[in-house]
């Protein structure tokens, strides 16, 4: 077990000694004149191999940790139920849908959903992330005010997320690129995304570190199944950290790019 966690330390410090140093890189750019758009482009260039191998990594996660039944041999259904009701939560309902690591909580509709191999599976992937869903109703009952930051962002970002295609798709057939107008919506828009990225991060971390301390004091998991649920949840949280910096830097990009316009 000793083993296994210097392994993850050692690959998850590169991926965030890298994320400090492109932020840290970011911040000292906008402070000398060698922030050109050039160089944020190429910052937001070098996200790109870090954000897939963040995907990589919780698939990876995930495919280990779901071969790994758990003692208790409990389903993902009902240790999200369990952890629920351990709540007092009581008007959620838990279902289940066909696909892959597409489990989410539904606060409009006050619904659980599960993928089917988190539903009805008995591995410690399984049952981090049921619990990590209900650690989102949790938020919801207990009225964690970032969860309705969140809430109340998204129908702007659903709209911005139809704008910004477009606006790639009008600066194809530009020669100069976005300029004037279509610029300053850009930049709205990716305002917008990177405000959204931004709360989604307590709220992601949160769920999570809810999910843990349940998982064990319910009896669910005991102590040592924990690496096992540690290593999926956190190569989750991993991908929400790299979609923000990714987001941040084309965010700074744009604002680069107005500047040098003016
Ligand atoms: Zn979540």
Same mark, same amino acid.
């Given at each position: 077990?000793?083993?296994?966690?210097?392994?993850?330390?050692?690959?998850?410090?590169? $991926?965030?000694?890298?994320?400090?140093?492109?932020?840290?890189?970011?911040?000292?750019?906008? &402070?000398?004149? $060698? %922030?050109?758009?050039?160089?944020? $482009?190429?910052?937001?260039?070098?996200?790109?191999?870090?954000?897939?191998?963040?995907?990589?990594?919780?698939?990876?996660?995930?495919?280990?940790?779901?071969?790994?039944?758990?003692?208790?041999?409990?389903?993902?259904?009902?240790?999200?139920?369990?952890?629920?009701?351990?709540?007092?939560?009581?008007?959620?309902?838990?279902?289940?849908?066909?696909?892959? %690591?597409?489990?989410?909580?539904?606060?409009?509709?006050?619904? #659980?959903?599960?993928?089917?191999?988190?539903?009805?599976?008995?591995?410690?992937? *399984?049952?981090?992330?049921?619990?990590?869903? *209900?650690?989102?109703?949790? &938020?919801?009952?207990?009225?964690?005010? =970032?969860?309705?930051?969140?809430?109340? #962002?998204?129908? *702007?970002?659903?709209?911005?997320?139809?704008?910004?295609?477009?606006?790639?798709?009008?600066?194809?057939?530009?020669?100069?690129? =976005?300029?004037?107008?279509?610029?300053?919506? *850009?930049?709205?828009?990716?305002?917008?995304?990177?405000?959204?990225? %931004?709360?989604?991060?307590?709220?992601?971390?949160?769920?999570?570190?809810?999910?843990?301390?349940?998982?064990?004091?319910?009896?669910? #998991?005991?102590?040592?199944?924990?690496?096992?649920?540690?290593?999926?949840?956190?190569?989750?949280?991993?991908?929400?950290?790299?979609?923000?910096?990714?987001?941040?830097?084309?965010?700074?990009? %744009?604002?680069? &790019?107005?500047?040098?316009?003016?």
């Amino acid at each position: 077990m000793g083993h296994a966690i210097l392994i993850g330390a050692i690959t998850i410090y590169p $991926f965030t000694f890298t994320m400090h140093l492109t932020l840290i890189l970011a911040a000292f750019g906008l &402070q000398g004149s $060698f %922030l050109s758009p050039g160089f944020l $482009f190429l910052l937001f260039i070098l996200m790109m191999p870090i954000s897939l191998y963040a995907q990589f990594r919780v698939s990876s996660a995930y495919n280990k940790n779901a071969q790994i039944p758990s003692r208790g041999g409990i389903t993902g259904r009902e240790a999200a139920a369990a952890v629920m009701a351990h709540a007092g939560i009581t008007d959620v309902e838990i279902t289940s849908i066909p696909g892959h %690591l597409n489990d989410h909580y539904d606060p409009i509709n006050k619904r #659980l959903v599960l993928s089917e191999e988190d539903y009805n599976g008995t591995s410690l992937a *399984a049952l981090g992330v049921a619990a990590h869903e *209900a650690g989102h109703a949790i &938020q919801h009952k207990v009225g964690y005010s =970032l969860l309705h930051a969140r809430m109340a #962002l998204v129908p *702007a970002t659903n709209f911005v997320s139809r704008v910004v295609p477009m606006l790639f798709f009008a600066s194809f057939f530009l020669t100069r690129g =976005l300029s004037g107008g279509m610029l300053d919506i *850009a930049i709205l828009c990716y305002a917008v995304l990177t405000v959204f990225q %931004l709360v989604t991060l307590p709220v992601e971390f949160d769920a999570s570190r809810r999910a843990k301390i349940q998982l064990v004091e319910l009896g669910i #998991l005991d102590r040592d199944e924990m690496t096992g649920v540690n290593q999926t949840l956190d190569a989750a949280a991993l991908t929400y950290v790299a979609a923000f910096v990714s987001s941040l830097l084309y965010l700074l990009y %744009l604002i680069s &790019q107005r500047r040098n316009n003016n």
